[in-house]
């Protein structure tokens, strides 16, 4: 199968759009099985698809990869699984008006997050997308946009917002149980490999690279810019600031008491490769500081460090004039000030509670019974795009909350990108 055109595909978009207006979409009632599209399937997307396979009210109809290898491989373990042997597609725009489709998951690397979030909506799915939002804020506000016109369901992948223990946790900072709390701490201390400096090559055969590339420039094909890496590079991905640090990011406003949609009012930040001599383009090391009213936050990255910090590679920590609270990946603990432990909890594996979730809220047709509604993702992953940004530009930037711009010119150019003809990002108003 080839990609379609940018007129097929405006074609269907229309189609899609009259489909939506006319009233005539298959409509879910509570007791139905969910049709279910993966898109991108390998590593977490693969971990969704299982995820969303297991669940008794969904029937994966589509298997979405541009890698035949990986959508074939895929297919047989989930027609093992359920049964059913899913349809197996290149690009995702060529499903977009099939009636069997109730929910699009996206497990693709960033610059592959926004296109089908906000043509699913326009499409009258509803979606799952993996973090961060969008390669960049304005594809992130675009996915609000999107959501909120055509009355979707959409939910980010930051799936700790659906665990147990966190939401525990919550309560117990907003009891008081800390005093007063103004500063909020997030890290990611974990080594990771050397990418070397491989040589440009050919794609691996039964890949459609230009497909893979999208609405990113022109590029030859390197192993190290495709599975696996790609999150290292500017044009795909937001380096571990947008991989781990959104999650660490997000918990710990949450827990701080920033509110769900509200934005920092200044970030600064420094670092670089320090470390690794290699094909990456963003920091091996990364310190960024957000300023909210009466509250600050800071970030931490050193992916080259063995030496963990608080015996966790990483987490957050809240802290109050009563005492601090340290968030790991296991649960949480509450030290008074003296250091001893006040009280602990334990928890966490928290993917198939947030698909749940999710799935629940598709039916119910209930936005606000989300864990991570996209407006709320976007203000977490709005932290990740805005503190590369400071580290680009080498300044302190002020943000405007409203139009969700900067002070800086310089710094605005990085909002958005340029987009390769046939893959332009939809404007939605």
Not at 13 to 28: E, F, I
Not at 37 to 59: H, K, M, Y
Not at 140 to 149: I, L, N, Y
Not at 354 to 373: C, D, G, W
Request: glycine share 12%.
């Amino acid at each position: 199968m080839t990609a379609i055109s940018r007129r097929g595909f405006l074609q269907q978009t229309a189609t899609a759009g009259l489909v939506l207006a006319s009233g005539s979409l298959r409509a879910v009632a509570a007791n139905d099985k969910l049709g279910v599209a993966v898109i991108g399937v390998r590593g977490q997307g693969g971990a969704l698809l299982n995820g969303f396979a297991g669940q008794p009210d969904v029937n994966i109809t589509h298997i979405c990869d541009i890698d035949e290898e990986v959508r074939g491989r895929r297919g047989k373990e989930i027609e093992g699984k359920t049964g059913k042997a899913p349809k197996l597609v290149k690009d995702y725009r060529t499903i977009l008006d099939d009636k069997s489709v109730d929910v699009l998951v996206i497990g693709t690397p960033d610059h592959w997050h926004a296109l089908p979030t906000v043509h699913g909506c326009i499409a009258g799915k509803d979606v799952y997308v993996e973090k961060p939002d969008g390669h960049n804020i304005v594809e992130g506000k675009t996915m609000v946009a999107a959501a909120r016109k055509h009355d979707r369901i959409v939910q980010l992948g930051t799936q700790a917002r659906s665990a147990p223990d966190l939401h525990e946790a919550v309560k117990y900072v907003q009891a008081g149980n800390l005093g007063k709390v103004i500063y909020g701490r997030a890290w990611e201390t974990d080594r990771q490999g050397d990418l070397g400096k491989p040589a440009d090559s050919e794609p691996p055969t039964g890949v459609d690279y230009d497909l893979w590339l999208g609405p990113a420039p022109l590029r030859k094909f390197n192993v190290r810019r495709f599975h696996g890496n790609w999150r290292w590079f500017f044009d795909y991905g937001c380096g571990d600031l947008g991989n781990d640090g959104v999650h660490r990011l997000d918990f710990c406003r949450w827990a701080l008491g920033i509110g769900g949609l509200e934005h920092p009012t200044a970030i600064s930040a420094s670092g670089g490769k320090f470390f690794f001599d290699d094909a990456q383009e963003w920091p091996d090391t990364q310190l960024v500081t957000y300023d909210y009213p009466g509250k600050i936050m800071t970030y931490e990255m050193r992916i080259w460090s063995k030496p963990r910090l608080f015996e966790c590679t990483e987490g957050a920590a809240i802290y109050g004039d009563n005492g601090w609270l340290l968030i790991s990946n296991t649960g949480w603990k509450h030290f008074d000030p003296k250091g001893v432990v006040v009280k602990e909890m334990g928890g966490r594996s928290p993917l198939l509670v947030h698909i749940r979730n999710f799935l629940e809220a598709v039916k119910s047709r209930k936005r606000e019974t989300l864990n991570q509604e996209i407006a709320q993702g976007h203000a977490s992953s709005v932290l990740c795009h805005a503190g590369n940004i400071a580290w680009r530009t080498g300044k302190k930037i002020k943000f405007d909350p409203k139009t969700e711009t900067f002070d800086d010119a310089e710094a605005n150019k990085l909002l958005g990108r340029e987009y390769r003809k046939g893959f332009e990002l939809p404007s939605v108003t």
